[in-house]
Structures are given as structure tokens and as C-alpha cells.
């Protein structure tokens, strides 16, 4: 006998498809790359530190400022799964500060890792990406984690916000450049996520509590947006149920880009 219930099998969407997810070891990677397994993918997780890929995911040792590493990366990658329909390109870091507190060195390492990482593995990824969309159409797709900060000005925040910036201009820009090789380009704008580096950003500050109390306050649903909603929000987008969007910017920022609410009483 049961007690009258039922359980849905998890959705297969992703059934026959293969994945790689870079920056896929932590955070909304990890959590975009354990989601993608459980939706029947095959994952690859491309990380500088590769140990905590999610379990059933293919470890993939690069750092995506080394433009060989890359390459090498995707190729094993490629070989051990048997092609490439997915590419998440995930791996970033943050920075704090004005635009007179970075020396042109912060700038650099910031851009080479957010804008020219997102460079280095599509350039790997997209011969890969070409045949897949050619053997079964709808199926091929870039998304990006963008930011909040692309599209609103955030203090503190003057390098990193103009890196996510150029991530979505080269969201567009590569959506543009691909759409009649069947390869959907699109990005997602988290707003302030619950991760490990918002949770070192906090560590840092004179009073923690107070600091994640402001960060709750500035999204109008009142909390942080965590890794699993932004990991289904990119899901969705490299989804073949999304196979009609390209060049679309997610927002998944707890109402911060276009709500205008009432200061609570």
C-alpha cells in the first residue's frame, strides 16, 4: 500500500547532452553543474582546483588566464564526454573599490579573469559547440554569469561592475555573431548571491551582521539570492526549452534592477 502520494522523476531535459561548467567547483558553478547531473547531462567542471566538482562531474584542472590551459581543458573535457552542447562559462572574482582605489595591475587581473576568461573558453568551446548544433539543432548554448552590477551602479564596485558591463556587451555581441550557427549566446544577472565570496567579503568586514543585514535590505525581496535559484536560471537558459532565446540578459536579483519598493515600516 502507499499512502497516496507521488514523486515525480526529476526532469531529464538534459538527457544525452553534454556540459562544461567553469568555476564549476564552488558556489552558483557548483551548483549549476550538480543541477545539470541531476537533470541528465553529462558535466564537465573546469576549476583552477577542480576537488570540489559535484559528485558524478568530470574534474577539469585550469585557470582561464592561461589561454593553453584552456584549450587543453576543453579538449580533455570534449574527449571524456564525447562532444560539447553546453558551455557555462561561470569562473569570475570580485573586486572592491572606487575607481581610485585599484592600481592598473587590479584592473588587469580583474578583466583578464571575468572578460578575457569568457574569451579564452568559447574560443576553445565553439568549434565543439558548431558540430553539436549541426548533429542536433537547438541543443548548442553559451550562457554567462553576468552580474546586477552590469546593469546598475553598485558603490564600491568600479572594476568589477565595468567587467560584468563588458560581459554583457559581449553577451550580445557573441549572440549576434553565432545565432545562424545554431549556438544560443545568453547571460544571467545575479544580484547579491549567498556564496562563499560574498561569505569571505563579510568575514572582512568591522561587523558582519550589520553587513549582511545592509546587503538583505538593498534587494527588495529582503534577502541574498542563492546559488541553486541563479544554477536554474541558468539551466533554463541552456535548456532546449529556452532553444527560442538568444542575447537575453536573466535577471535573478531579488527585484533589485526594476523594482522601486517602499521603505519597509
Not at 42 to 60: I, Y
Not at 76 to 86: F, P, S
Request: with cysteine.
Amino acid at each position: 500500500m502507499t499512502d497516496g502520494t507521488t514523486t515525480s522523476a526529476p526532469l531529464q531535459d538534459f538527457a544525452g547532452l553534454t556540459a562544461l561548467v567553469t568555476g564549476g567547483a564552488s558556489g552558483i558553478g557548483a551548483a549549476t553543474a550538480a543541477l545539470l547531473t541531476a537533470r541528465g547531462a553529462r558535466v564537465a567542471v573546469l576549476d583552477r582546483d577542480p576537488s570540489g566538482a559535484p559528485e558524478g562531474c568530470l574534474p577539469v584542472a585550469a585557470d582561464v588566464t592561461d589561454d593553453a590551459a584552456v584549450r587543453a581543458a576543453v579538449e580533455e573535457a570534449v574527449r571524456e564526454l564525447g562532444g560539447l552542447h553546453v558551455l557555462v562559462s561561470n569562473a569570475g572574482i570580485g573586486a572592491i573599490g572606487t575607481v581610485e582605489d585599484n592600481a592598473d595591475d587590479e584592473w588587469s587581473r580583474v578583466l583578464d579573469v571575468n572578460v578575457l576568461g569568457m574569451v579564452r573558453t568559447a574560443r576553445a568551446a565553439l568549434p565543439h559547440l558548431r558540430r553539436a548544433a549541426a548533429a542536433r539543432p537547438g541543443t548548442a548554448s553559451i550562457t554567462h554569469t553576468c552580474s546586477i552590477a552590469a546593469t546598475a551602479g553598485l558603490p564600491q564596485r568600479a572594476v568589477y561592475s565595468a567587467s560584468k558591463g563588458a560581459v554583457l556587451s559581449l553577451t550580445l555581441a557573441m549572440a549576434a555573431d553565432h545565432v545562424r550557427e545554431g549556438i544560443r549566446v545568453n547571460c544571467v544577472n545575479p544580484g547579491t548571491a549567498d556564496t562563499p565570496w560574498i561569505g569571505r567579503l563579510l568575514d572582512q568586514a568591522g561587523d558582519p551582521a550589520a553587513e549582511r543585514a545592509a546587503l538583505n535590505a538593498r534587494q527588495p525581496m529582503g534577502r541574498l539570492v542563492t546559488a541553486d535559484e541563479v544554477a536554474a536560471a541558468i539551466a533554463y537558459l541552456a535548456s532546449p526549452a529556452a532553444a527560442g532565446v538568444t542575447g537575453t540578459a536573466l535577471a535573478v536579483d531579488g527585484g533589485m534592477q526594476g523594482l522601486r519598493v517602499r521603505p519597509a515600516n
